[in-house]
């Protein structure tokens, strides 16, 4: 910030990082943390007069899904890791921003860095930046989730030495190797946290004749969900109606059925890590060897998967100190240091026009 009316803008401006993700969406500012951390779930009223009038969003809106009369919808505007909706996708940032930000009294316009999953478009990424300027910002900045879950992991990113970072999310699963501030290898696959959640649904209907909701699905996945074999593996009771008799029905099953119903979702994670370390020059290899992969994400948070990775590559495999919300911490961080900041645009900006 060389010029003197930035510096003062500084002063008084909140700078805002934001973790735009698939299921959840966290909101950092700068010198008070992670103040928001909601569900990225808007509800819509279809009935109303104005198109799509919003009724809730987030953690109000979450609470609505499967339980609304036809008039309402509950949605995610973004689905495996990209914008399904603009307008409700920016009517949420609009609504993030806007209750970090206020009114408040002299306060100056925010500036804003939003983590984006690596597959959205240019014409998805000028909406969200759109979004954040008309939601307040003075200048909005885009950066894809595997670089900031690294920057927020502790990596050493800008320096001359490989690191990997796997983000395992709602909607997609990025695989990225990184060195000198720029992402080298990097992969995108739509198996992440939903998939899993849709395997247990699929593996209760085949085997139990039992309909489960995601909510019960995610539950089994967080309770007893494994990658690897337990040390002691715990059961559980699934709750849902009968498919046959149309009644309710509860069913117990064991971590190592849920672990038969992940093991297709894993896998294909498995090999996304093995084909971007295929990918990957040798001397980051080397580094890669030395320091280890770093998992995060909440699908790192699923038992015994640093070990199954461990075993599959042959390398040090570790989850981040704080997996859930690297990526917003890597946002914050980003506006700490102006000249990072700048990098980070300046990469952005030079990746959409090789594109």
Same mark, same amino acid.
């Given at each position: 910030?060389?010029?003197? #009316?930035?510096?003062?803008?500084?002063?008084?401006?909140? =700078?805002?990082g934001?973790?735009?993700?698939?299921?959840?969406?966290?909101?950092?500012?700068?010198?008070?943390?992670i103040?928001?951390?909601?569900?990225?779930?808007?509800?819509?009223?279809?009935?109303?007069?104005?198109?799509n009038?919003?009724?809730?969003?987030?953690?109000?809106?979450?609470?609505?899904?499967?339980?609304?009369?036809?008039?309402?919808?509950?949605?995610?505007?973004?689905?495996? @890791?990209?914008?399904?909706?603009?307008?409700v996708?920016?009517?949420?940032?609009?609504?993030?921003?806007?209750?970090v930000?206020?009114?408040?009294?002299?306060?100056?316009?925010? !500036?804003?860095?939003?983590?984006?999953?690596?597959?959205?478009?240019?014409?998805? *990424?000028?909406?969200? !930046?759109?979004?954040?300027?008309?939601?307040?910002?003075?200048?909005? @900045?885009?950066?894809?989730?595997?670089?900031?879950?690294?920057?927020?992991?502790?990596?050493?990113?800008?320096?001359?030495?490989?690191?990997?970072?796997?983000? #395992?999310?709602?909607?997609? /699963?990025e695989?990225?190797? #990184?060195?000198?501030?720029?992402?080298?290898?990097?992969?995108?696959?739509?198996?992440?946290?939903?998939?899993?959640?849709?395997?247990?649904?699929?593996?209760? !209907?085949? *085997?139990?004749?039992?309909?489960?909701g995601?909510?019960?699905?995610?539950?089994?996945?967080? =309770?007893?969900?494994?990658?690897?074999p337990?040390?002691? %593996?715990? +059961?559980?009771?699934?709750?849902?109606?009968?498919?046959? /008799?149309?009644?309710?029905?509860?069913?117990?099953v064991?971590?190592?059925?849920?672990?038969?119903?992940?093991?297709?979702?894993?896998?294909?994670?498995?090999?996304?890590?093995?084909?971007?370390? =295929? %990918?990957?020059?040798?001397?980051?290899?080397?580094?890669?060897?030395?320091?280890?992969?770093?998992?995060?994400?909440?699908?790192?948070?699923?038992?015994?998967?640093?070990?199954?990775?461990?075993?599959?590559?042959?390398?040090?495999?570790?989850?981040? =100190?704080?997996?859930?919300?690297?990526?917003?911490?890597? +946002?914050g961080?980003?506006?700490? *240091?102006?000249?990072?900041? !700048?990098?980070?645009?300046?990469?952005?900006?030079?990746?959409? +026009?090789?594109?």
């Amino acid at each position: 910030m060389n010029n003197p #009316i930035d510096w003062l803008l500084g002063l008084f401006s909140l =700078d805002i990082g934001i973790d735009l993700g698939t299921a959840n969406t966290l909101v950092h500012v700068k010198n008070r943390g992670i103040v928001i951390n909601e569900p990225s779930v808007v509800a819509i009223d279809i009935s109303s007069r104005r198109r799509n009038k919003v009724k809730a969003i987030g953690s109000e809106a979450k609470e609505m899904v499967g339980r609304t009369p036809s008039h309402i919808v509950a949605i995610r505007p973004l689905q495996d @890791g990209v914008i399904s909706d603009f307008d409700v996708t920016e009517q949420m940032i609009h609504h993030f921003i806007g209750k970090v930000h206020g009114n408040r009294i002299g306060a100056a316009r925010p !500036r804003v860095v939003i983590g984006i999953p690596s597959g959205v478009t240019e014409v998805e *990424k000028r909406a969200v !930046r759109d979004a954040a300027i008309s939601a307040g910002a003075r200048e909005a @900045g885009l950066v894809e989730e595997p670089m900031a879950a690294a920057i927020g992991a502790g990596l050493p990113v800008t320096e001359s030495v490989g690191s990997m970072i796997v983000d #395992i999310g709602g909607g997609t /699963t990025e695989v990225a190797v #990184i060195s000198l501030g720029g992402i080298v290898v990097s992969r995108s696959i739509r198996v992440a946290g939903d998939e899993m959640n849709e395997d247990i649904i699929n593996y209760a !209907r085949q *085997k139990y004749n039992l309909l489960i909701g995601e909510r019960m699905a995610e539950r089994a996945k967080i =309770d007893i969900g494994s990658a690897y074999p337990l040390e002691r %593996e715990r +059961t559980m009771i699934l709750r849902g109606r009968n498919l046959i /008799t149309g009644l309710p029905e509860a069913v117990e099953v064991s971590s190592v059925e849920i672990r038969e119903a992940l093991s297709g979702s894993v896998q294909v994670i498995v090999d996304a890590v093995k084909a971007t370390l =295929d %990918e990957t020059p040798p001397e980051l290899v080397a580094d890669l060897m030395e320091y280890g992969i770093v998992l995060a994400g909440g699908g790192a948070l699923l038992q015994g998967l640093a070990q199954r990775l461990q075993d599959e590559t042959r390398m040090h495999v570790y989850v981040a =100190d704080n997996p859930l919300t690297a990526v917003v911490m890597g +946002t914050g961080m980003i506006l700490e *240091k102006p000249e990072f900041y !700048r990098e980070t645009l300046t990469s952005m900006q030079r990746k959409s +026009t090789i594109r």
